[in-house]
């Protein structure tokens, strides 16, 4: 979700394994040798957040210390994305009714619908910090 507000860019730094980066969670640098080194950084984080911090911002914002966006940025998932930012903005069903709906379309609508809310104040924040509060 936070790659459909925010974009997804290469960096180099983080392009072919191993490379040194820092852990957010173990607070030093570590040696990442493979795309599995990066996923424990992250359960790491997710344990770290969880119950603290809105999980998708700092899923989002931790792993930028640590990897390469394009390693986790799929575009499936940006075309499902944009179906459900779609349905919700048009106020279009993704199904004909609430019962040909599976459970876990609700589940991905409802995580969406908030994870893109939160996207949207982040930004706005992101936005007055960078600019000033222009009303």
């Known amino acids: 979700m936070w790659y459909y507000y925010k974009g997804c860019e290469f960096v180099e730094n983080f392009a072919t394994f191993p490379y040194k980066a820092m852990s957010l969670t173990l607070n030093k640098e570590i040696e990442y040798n493979n795309i599995e080194d990066v996923y424990e950084e992250l359960c ?3 344990d770290k957040s969880f119950n603290k911090f809105p999980i998708g911002e700092s899923l989002f914002v ?4 640590y990897a390469n966006p394009t ?3 799929n575009n499936k998932i940006q075309n499902r994305i944009k179906k459900v930012q779609y349905s919700l903005e048009s106020k279009t069903p993704l199904y004909a009714t609430v019962q040909d709906t599976p459970a876990s379309v609700v589940n991905e ?6 994870e893109s809310e939160h996207c949207i104040q982040y930004l706005a924040t992101e936005r007055k910090k960078k600019h000033g509060d222009k009303k």
């Open 44 to 46: 790491r984080c997710y």
């Open 71 to 73: 390693n986790f940025y």
């Open 62 to 65: 931790s792993h930028l210390f």
């Open 109 to 114: 609508f409802l995580l969406y619908k908030s």
